[in-house]
């Protein structure tokens, strides 16, 4: 049985070594599709975005390469819009 830390580990995986930003963009809708379908609860869903929030602002850097980066950044600011349109509030674009 595939636990949500599993879950999110896979996705920061997936992120990681995406080839585009686009491609980061559907594992994280693919993800968060798959919640829903699970009926995850709303509380559960929040943690998971909050943890994988966490989890990629304390990437080092300096560890990756360029498109690593720019993944971690799209996968960010992803998961900033997904939790502000939760909590209804605005995006900064």
Known sequence: ??????????????????????EVKRFIAAAMKG???????G???????DKMLQHL???NH???NAQQCNNIKMA???FIE????????????
């Open 76 to 78: 960010m600011t992803g």
């Open 35 to 41: 919640l829903q379908q699970h009926k995850v609860n």
């Open 82 to 93: 997904i939790k502000s349109s939760i909590h209804g509030e605005p995006t900064l674009k």
């Open 43 to 49: 509380h559960i869903v929040a943690r998971f975005i």
């Open 62 to 64: 300096t560890d990756h």
């Open 57 to 59: 602002e304390d990437f």
């Open 1 to 22: 049985m595939t636990t949500i830390d599993d879950y999110r580990c896979k996705l920061i995986n997936k992120i990681l070594f995406a080839t585009s930003q686009d």
